[in-house]
């Protein structure tokens, strides 16, 4: 999105006046002051559209977009530690999840909450400011903020089930911020709110392909939706959202068979015609995914070695003969993750231009929740049926291939889960996954989670993850120590008290 160094400029220093304003000392980390805010900023619609832009600039910021690789990824078993491995990462890996660990802080998802709800609480009065701002933009603006502010409780809600739900700015120190906990059904039941409304005022382009895939418009709008409705178990409206994209025609698998430029659209460049949305990191904002994956700055994870064997197998007749999206996720020669450190298939980053994207949704993302969906709803052909479009864009192994009745839901589920696995490797979405299948039905299908623990647990800890990933609250993080100190109406999640 950031293309335009003014516009990155414009961000920067609206989140400066942000930071600068912001008591960082207090809860959630919030606000620019009322004074500041009301008096010296909201008179025009530019200053609406740096607040928007200072909303995506927050998503950039290290500690956020990591986490969103970190809460999907550590918790699953697609990765491996390396030697530098941070004590608090293998403390996960290890199943030794505790309120002192910062992974589990939530204060950045917090923060850009806040800044959606300024935009939503204070931009309608720019309206009487500026006589050339009228309702349908003001409308845009705030389906951006409204659809940013429910990805973010999003993340929180299937991170830790229950957390505070803050609808309105904290713009003064006269407001308490000292919230309690909300339920998960009061969560999910306002973001599917808010998305209701986001989708009846969000764009449908900006005229601009990095505007288009790094901003919010009605489709983002719908890829999320699909992603709350599948979490609610409402597949029939899960598919409706699914199909809103599928049958607008704006977007298209990459083709690897066909492209050989295929990797650099969909991952060295981003903003493919697959990508939906996008965070966009770039020369100006790299990414914090580097560090975390390359060998000159102090690997801390490789991919596990189950990726290469079971997640996409190897062809033993002909080596040449792979699975074009294990290219794309792992050097076979060394484990690395190649998502995020290559600029092609055969070229890497170095860490000034490390500004892969962080890509939210995409094409496949869609046909592989409506598969899902279409799956526990009796529609296991058609279910198949996109199963297999999928497989054979990426030539995907016969070692990988299962064969499963139409009827069989239990065998339709793991096949497209052992999909999105091969599909979605190392972007961000394992964990959730494997959480939402396992718990669906009353944890039905505990055996999901087991089978995770065996296949990828160190094995002197396997049997301490088991006892514990038994009982279904341990599957959410605790409450950050910091959090419960300075809230006293917050309680800790029942699992860590």
Same mark, same amino acid.
């Given at each position: 999105?950031?293309?335009?160094?003014?516009?990155?400029?414009?961000?920067?220093?609206?989140?400066?006046?942000?930071?600068?304003? =912001?008591?960082?000392?207090?809860?959630?980390?919030?606000?620019?002051?009322?004074?500041?805010?009301?008096?010296?900023?909201?008179?025009?619609?530019?200053?609406?559209?740096?607040?928007?832009?200072?909303?995506?600039?927050?998503?950039?910021?290290?500690?956020?977009?990591?986490?969103?690789?970190?809460?999907?990824?550590?918790?699953?078993?697609?990765?491996?530690?390396?030697?530098?491995?941070?004590?608090?990462?293998?403390?996960?890996?290890?199943?030794?999840?505790?309120?002192?660990?910062?992974?589990?802080?939530?204060?950045?998802?917090?923060?850009?909450?806040?800044?959606?709800?300024?935009?939503?609480?204070?931009?309608?009065?720019?309206?009487?400011?500026?006589?050339?701002?009228?309702?349908?933009?003001?409308?845009?603006?705030?389906?951006?903020?409204?659809?940013?502010?429910?990805?973010?409780?999003?993340?929180?809600?299937?991170?830790?089930?229950?957390?505070?739900?803050?609808?309105?700015?904290?713009?003064?120190?006269?407001?308490?911020?000292?919230?309690?906990?909300?339920?998960?059904?009061?969560?999910?039941?306002?973001?599917?709110?808010?998305?209701?409304?986001?989708?009846?005022?969000?764009?449908?382009?900006?005229?601009?392909?990095?505007?288009?895939?790094?901003?919010?418009?009605?489709?983002?709008?719908?890829?999320?939706?699909?992603?709350?409705?599948?979490w609610k178990n409402q597949y029939d409206s899960c598919i409706?959202?699914?199909?809103?994209?599928?049958?607008?025609?704006?977007?298209?698998?990459?083709?690897?068979?066909i492209n050989s430029n295929w990797f650099q659209e969909l991952?060295?460049?981003?903003? =493919?015609?697959?990508?939906?949305?996008?965070?966009?990191?770039?020369?100006?904002?790299?990414?914090?995914?580097?560090?975390?994956?390359?060998?000159?700055?102090?690997?801390?994870?490789?991919?596990?070695?189950?990726?290469?064997?079971?997640?996409?197998?190897?062809?033993?007749?002909?080596?040449?003969?792979?699975?074009?999206?294990?290219?794309?996720?792992?050097?076979?020669?060394?484990?690395?993750?190649?998502?995020?450190?290559?600029?092609?298939?055969?070229? =890497?980053?170095?860490?000034?231009?490390?500004?892969?994207?962080?890509?939210?949704?995409?094409?496949?993302?869609?046909?592989?929740?409506?598969?899902?969906?279409?799956?526990?709803?009796?529609?296991?052909?058609?279910?198949?049926?996109?199963?297999?479009?999928?497989?054979?864009?990426?030539?995907?192994?016969?070692?990988?291939?299962?064969?499963?009745?139409?009827?069989?839901?239990?065998?339709?589920?793991?096949?497209?889960?052992?999909?999105?696995?091969?599909?979605?490797?190392?972007?961000?979405?394992?964990?959730?996954?494997?959480?939402?299948?396992?718990?669906?039905?009353?944890?039905?299908?505990?055996?999901?989670?087991?089978?995770?623990?065996? =296949?990828?647990?160190?094995?002197?800890?396997?049997?301490?993850?088991?006892?514990?990933?038994?009982?279904?609250?341990?599957?959410?993080?605790?409450?950050?120590?910091?959090?419960?100190?300075?809230?006293?109406?917050?309680?800790?999640?029942?699992?860590?008290?």
């Open positions: 999105m950031f293309k335009n160094k003014n516009i990155l400029l414009k961000a920067t220093l609206l989140m400066a006046v942000l930071c600068i304003t =912001s008591a960082c000392d207090k809860y959630l980390d919030l606000k620019p002051q009322d004074g500041i805010v009301r008096q010296n900023f909201w008179k025009t619609k530019e200053q609406v559209q740096s607040a928007v832009i200072g909303i995506y600039a927050s998503m950039l910021e290290n500690d956020l977009s990591e986490k969103l690789f970190l809460w999907g990824e550590l918790r699953a078993d697609m990765l491996m530690a390396n030697s530098g491995v941070r004590f608090n990462e293998m403390d996960v890996i290890n199943g030794n999840i505790v309120d002192t660990n910062p992974i589990v802080d939530w204060r950045s998802f917090y923060k850009t909450i806040n800044y959606c709800n300024t935009v939503l609480d204070l931009a309608p009065a720019t309206l009487n400011e500026d006589m050339t701002f009228n309702e349908e933009q003001l409308h845009a603006y705030m389906a951006e903020a409204l659809t940013i502010r429910s990805l973010m409780y999003f993340y929180l809600v299937r991170s830790f089930g229950e957390v505070p739900l803050k609808l309105d700015a904290t713009i003064s120190d006269d407001q308490d911020i000292a919230l309690p906990k909300n339920t998960s059904e009061e969560i999910l039941d306002q973001i599917t709110k808010d998305l209701q409304t986001a989708e009846e005022w969000a764009v449908i382009s900006y005229g601009n392909n990095a505007f288009d895939k790094g901003r919010v418009t009605k489709y983002t709008v719908n890829a999320l939706q699909a992603d709350v409705y599948l409706v959202a699914c199909d809103k994209l599928i049958n607008s025609g704006q977007f298209a698998l990459v083709q690897p068979k991952y060295g460049i981003g903003n =493919s015609s697959e990508a939906i949305f996008e965070l966009q990191f770039n020369a100006q904002k790299t990414n914090p995914y580097y560090p975390l994956l390359s060998a000159s700055v102090g690997r801390r994870f490789l991919a596990a070695p189950r990726v290469i064997e079971e997640v996409y197998t190897l062809d033993e007749n002909d080596p040449l003969n792979v699975d074009s999206r294990l290219n794309a996720s792992v050097r076979i020669s060394n484990s690395e993750v190649w998502k995020y450190l290559g600029l092609s298939l055969d070229q =890497s980053r170095s860490q000034n231009d490390s500004y892969a994207h962080f890509i939210v949704y995409r094409y496949a993302d869609i046909l592989l929740m409506k598969a899902e969906a279409l799956a526990l709803t009796g529609r296991g052909e058609e279910a198949l049926s996109i199963v297999e479009t999928i497989r054979a864009r990426a030539n995907a192994l016969p070692g990988t291939e299962r064969n499963v009745g139409a009827g069989d839901v239990n065998g339709l589920i793991d096949y497209i889960l052992e999909e999105r696995a091969r599909e979605f490797a190392f972007e961000g979405k394992r964990w959730y996954d494997v959480l939402r299948n396992a718990k669906r039905d009353n944890y039905a299908r505990m055996d999901i989670l087991r089978d995770m623990v065996i =296949s990828s647990a160190p094995v002197d800890r396997q049997q301490t993850i088991m006892n514990k990933i038994r009982d279904v609250n341990s599957h959410y993080w605790p409450i950050y120590q910091y959090e419960l100190l300075t809230n006293k109406n917050l309680v800790q999640n029942p699992f860590y008290q």
